[in-house]
C-alpha cells in the first residue's frame, strides 16, 4: 500500500486521511472480492449482508448502493470490516440521494462529503483517499476507487442533450435521480459530472506516472463503456449509466479489471484485454432465483482478484453471470 508520504501525493485535490489503517500483514495475502447494490433498504438485503462470513486476508470493494441512508453506510461498512481485512467504497446514486426528513438535508457535493466521512469512522477507503497498491493474489496492482457520475451522454446520436429526458420520457422511464440527487454547488448534474472527471483523471494520472509498472482495478459505480450498458426491459435508462469521457480509461491507465455496478445486471466482459465486470446484487427480486439455488451473499461476492483466467482472445463474447 502506499506509504503517508506517497498518499499525499496521489491524493488529487482532496484531502487525504492516511490508509495506514490497512496493514501490509492484512493486505498481502489474500484475494479481492467486489459487489455493488447491496440496497440495505430491502429487509431481504439487509438479512442477507449480516450472513456475511470472515474472510481473513481478504479484501472487498463495495461498488456503490449501498443504500440511502446513514444507517445503512454504517451496517454495510461494519460488517464489512469486521469480515475483510481491506474495504474500498465508492458511491452510487443511491447515496447521494437527498431524503425528505431523513439525515441532515445536505445535497450534492455536501451529501457525498458526508458519506466519505461515514466511511473514515470504520476505516473504509474511499475515492478521496490515496489509491493502495493491493499485493495479494493477482497483484500487485493499484486499486482505484472513483467517482464520476454521469452527463446524459449514452444516448443516440440523433437525440440532443436538451432533449434526452422527454426521449427518455416518451418510454416511461425517468430516473429517480432525476428528483433526489442534486448536484449543488454545480448548476447541473452533467457540470458536476465532468468536474469529477476531471478531477479523477487528475488523481489516476499522477498514479499512474507514481506506479508506472503495475495494473489497475478501477472501481466505479458508474459505466466506464457504453457499449458495456444492455438493459433489455428500460433501454432508455442508459441516460443514467455513465459518461462517454470516460470510454477509453481503461488503455490509458492500464487496467486489468474495470468494475461497476448499477444496472443490476451482472456480467463479465472483455475489452483490449481488459476484464469488464459488472458485480450488482439488486433489488430481492433481482436476485431471487440464485436465493433460490441456495446462493446467498457469500455467493454472490464476486472475485476479482486473482479472477478467472485471461482469455486468449482480446474482445471475447460476454458472460452473463446470472448466478453471481
Known sequence: ???????????????????????????????????????????????????????????????????????????????????????????????????????????????????????????VLTPEDAFAVWDGEGGPVVVAPIFTLYDYSFRPNNVSLDGAIQWASEKDTIATDEFMLHPDPYPTRQDWCHAL?????????????????????????????????????????????????????HRRFNAKVVISGHIHIRRTDWRDGCRFEEVSLGYPRQWKKCAEVGKGINEMLREILPGPKVPDAKNVPTQWRVYG
Open 1 to 123: 500500500m502506499a506509504s503517508d508520504s506517497e498518499a499525499s501525493h496521489v491524493s488529487g485535490q482532496r484531502t487525504c486521511v492516511p490508509s495506514s489503517s490497512v496493514t501490509p500483514e492484512k493486505m498481502f495475502k489474500g484475494k479481492l472480492y467486489a459487489i455493488g447494490d447491496i440496497h440495505l433498504a430491502f429487509t431481504d438485503n439487509r438479512l442477507a449482508w449480516s450472513r456475511l462470513a470472515p474472510h481473513p486476508g481478504d479484501g472487498l470493494i463495495l461498488c456503490g448502493d449501498v443504500g440511502e441512508s446513514a444507517d445503512h453506510l454504517r451496517v454495510a461498512f461494519s460488517k464489512a470490516t469486521a469480515c475483510f481485512d481491506a474495504v474500498w467504497w465508492c458511491p452510487g446514486n443511491h447515496e447521494l440521494y437527498t431524503m425528505r426528513g431523513q439525515g441532515s438535508g445536505a445535497r450534492g457535493e455536501q451529501k457525498y462529503q458526508e458519506c466519505v466521512a461515514i466511511a473514515r469512522e470504520h476505516s
Open 197 to 249: 472527471v476531471q478531477r479523477f483523471e487528475g488523481k489516476l494520472e499522477a498514479a499512474r506516472a507514481q506506479f508506472p509498472s503495475l495494473s489497475f482495478v478501477i472501481a466505479n459505480h458508474w459505466q466506464l463503456r457504453e457499449d458495456l450498458v444492455e438493459l433489455p426491459l428500460i433501454p432508455r435508462f442508459s441516460l443514467w449509466c455513465g459518461t462517454k469521457l470516460t470510454d477509453d480509461w
